[in-house]
């Protein structure tokens, strides 16, 4: 059981069964599980003394959340069923944090992972007013009909101008608050008495279906801009730390071979954040050093091969370049890397990484080493 002071209670529903996207709930957006965007702005709206609760039936799910410094919560296979209403599951964790009946309980849902900092700092001025319920909705202006047998019949007399209309307000599905009296009395997310926050079209889309997916994908890297400080720090990146096999080049060599395949596509971005004032350093735990031809084409100085302990030797590089451990992401693949990964603030794995190591990075990309993955890395640099 876990005890809670906090004024506010957060809680993220993030069930692993999906049927209509598998595993829907950790789908990637700019690099970052789909539902780990609502840990991020649930720490943007929460107090000092607030609680960010995960509730899901992975255990996967739940190591990411305590990744990104939310409380797990191991849901019951009786709440982790597709039919499951969200009420009866923040009902189990209210009983179980013995939460008080003048805390707030605030309910961010995962499938909704485009907030705007301007929406979230309204609804955080109503969390510190004596408000008992707020939600966030769409302020739509639409001609509505209905359709009796055969034909449609508007619900209108006479087409109004857009400016003449009042216009309606749907529930977006995103964030909801109650007191949590008033969801112990009615067992409901939100109170019959409300204050409606507007948000914005983009806002409003819900993930359902692939397209929905796709959609919010395209839109993020503009729309999550403004989330850069919270994903990957304050500091500027201006130093990039590569592994090479699995990230830079491909995972696959032949036997007795220094070859390696590079793509393209990663060596111009490289070369490109080379010419923009970035610096590069790469590290390999292979003996024989291979590739100089191509490194010193791309504007490559600095690379360490046979390094036994990659943190050591990405230290005493960094050190002496004097280099702020906060301005450096370093992608690897691999258990070498893997207190490296720990280590920075900013760290990502290619998807064809070791699992272990996946787990531990904050960043995960969707493209393979040595195809795509450092263009990947370099794009979402720039949120």
Not at 167 to 178: A, L, P, R
Not at 236 to 253: E, W
Request: aromatic share 8%; with cysteine.
């Amino acid at each position: 059981m876990v005890s809670s002071k906090s004024k506010n209670i957060f809680i993220i529903p993030a069930r692993s069964g999906s049927k209509g996207i598998k595993n829907k709930n950790t789908k990637l957006i700019s690099g970052i599980e789909m539902f780990v965007w609502s840990i991020i702005h649930a720490k943007f709206l929460s107090n000092k003394n607030d609680l960010i609760i995960v509730t899901s039936d992975s255990k996967k799910y739940l190591q990411i959340a305590e990744k990104w410094g939310a409380t797990p919560f191991l849901r019951s296979p009786e709440l982790s069923g597709d039919k499951v209403f969200t009420e009866p599951v923040m009902l189990d964790v209210l009983k179980k944090i013995e939460a008080p009946a003048n805390d707030k309980v605030i309910l961010l849902q995962p499938t909704s992972p485009l907030r705007s900092k301007k929406t979230l700092n309204i609804i955080k001025s109503h969390l510190n007013k004596n408000v008992n319920s707020l939600l966030t909705v769409k302020h739509t202006y639409q001609f509505e009909w209905e359709k009796k047998q055969t034909f449609g019949i508007p619900l209108y007399n006479k087409r109004p101008r857009r400016q003449d209309m009042r216009g309606s307000f749907i529930e977006n599905g995103s964030v909801y608050m109650n007191s949590v009296d008033n969801f112990f009395m009615n067992n409901n997310r939100v109170d019959k008495k409300a204050i409606l926050v507007s948000s914005s079209e983009i806002e409003s889309i819900e993930v359902d279906n692939i397209e929905e997916l796709e959609i919010i994908k395209s839109l993020s890297g503009t729309f999550n801009k403004q989330w850069k400080k919270e994903v990957i720090g304050n500091k500027k990146i201006n130093t990039l730390v590569l592994d090479i096999d699995g990230v830079f080049a491909s995972n696959i060599k032949k036997t007795n071979s220094n070859e390696r395949n590079y793509s393209t596509q990663d060596s111009n971005a490289l070369s490109n954040f080379i010419k923009s004032g970035g610096n590069v350093f790469l590290i390999s735990s292979e003996k024989e050093i291979h590739s100089e031809k191509l490194f010193k084409k791309i504007g490559i100085k600095n690379f360490k091969f046979n390094s036994s302990n990659k943190l050591v030797d990405v230290k005493k590089y960094l050190d002496g370049m004097k280099i702020n451990y906060e301005n450096v992401c370093f992608v690897g693949n691999d258990t070498q890397d893997l207190e490296c990964i720990k280590f920075f603030n900013c760290s990502a794995t290619p998807i064809d990484s070791n699992p272990k190591v996946k787990m531990e990075s904050k960043i995960q990309l969707e493209a393979g080493g040595g195809n795509g993955a450092v263009l990947e890395m370099l794009r979402l640099l720039k949120l």
